[in-house]
T-cell receptor, first 116, second 109 residues
Framework: GAVVSQHPSWVICKSGTSVKIECRSLDFQATTMFWYRQFPKQSLMLMATSNEGSKATYEQGVEKDKFLINHASLTLSTLTVTSAHPEDSSFYIC????????????FGPGTRLTVL | GQNIDQPTEMTATEGAIVQINCTYQ??????LFWYQQHAGEAPTFLSYNVLDGLEEKGRFSSFLSRSKGYSYLLLKELQMKDSASYLC??????????WGAGTKLIIKP
């Protein structure tokens, strides 16, 4: 299956700062990448779908000005949490598919963000 | 609306068999995935069913009944490392995965 990496694995930051999370597909070209957030003991929540070279599609309730997504190449998508606050502390996971109707999603290892 | 129903938590004994049930309602259907998620880690793929019936893969099997909106994951010869959450995720007509909270499986010696 496809290999997806994320960086950093975990980050602790002060309230008000911005944090960038990188998601890379290592062995194939990812036209589409998905960004999820998961709070403890809750389900994965899709935040947005990013397509290479175009604007991301955000899910209802997700602030696009706060969660900036850039998908400038076929192997890299970034999520920037701007002016982070303690309530943004969560597990952020990216995933991608290899396309076609099967659409198995391959997940990155996730980034645990803690905002103090 | 779209909905997934799985037990919140199950407990089983090492070496035994456990069946995790999932019922779902989606807008359209393009198959159903089962993922395993260990605490603090991202989900990993276990199985995919798009036709009715049983798919067997080693110790894990997955069953689907589209008419009943029902699936189950069967785990045999349980090992301690199988302690994890198991996520049932049907795919809707837009090829988007619908995620529930999953079933936390606790394996006891």
């Amino acid at each position: 299956g496809a290999v997806v990496s994320q960086h950093p694995s975990w980050v602790i930051c002060k309230s008000g700062t911005s944090v960038k999370i990188e998601c890379r597909s290592l062995d194939f070209q990812a036209t589409t990448m998905f960004w999820y957030r998961q709070f403890p003991k809750q389900s994965l929540m899709l935040m947005a779908t990013s397509n290479e070279g175009s604007k991301a599609t955000y899910e209802q309730g997700v602030e696009k000005d706060k969660f900036l997504i850039n998908h400038a190449s076929l192997t890299l998508s970034t999520l920037t949490v701007t002016s982070a606050h303690p309530e943004d502390s969560s597990f952020y996971i990216c995933s991608t598919t290899q396309g076609g109707g099967y659409n198995e999603q391959f997940f990155g290892p996730g980034t645990r963000l803690t905002v103090l | 609306g779209q909905n997934i129903d799985q037990p919140t938590e199950m407990t089983a004994t090492e070496g035994a068999i456990v069946q995790i049930n999932c019922t779902y309602q989606t807008s359209g259907f393009n198959g159903l995935f089962w993922y395993q998620q260990h605490a603090g880690e991202a989900p990993t793929f276990l199985s995919y069913n798009v036709l009715d019936g049983l798919e067997e893969k080693g110790r894990f099997s997955s069953f689907l009944s589209r008419s009943k909106g029902y699936s189950y994951l069967l785990l045999k010869e349980l090992q301690m490392k199988d302690s994890a959450s198991y996520l049932c995720a049907p795919m809707d007509s837009n090829y988007q995965l619908i995620w529930g909270a999953g079933t936390k499986l606790i394996i006891k010696p």
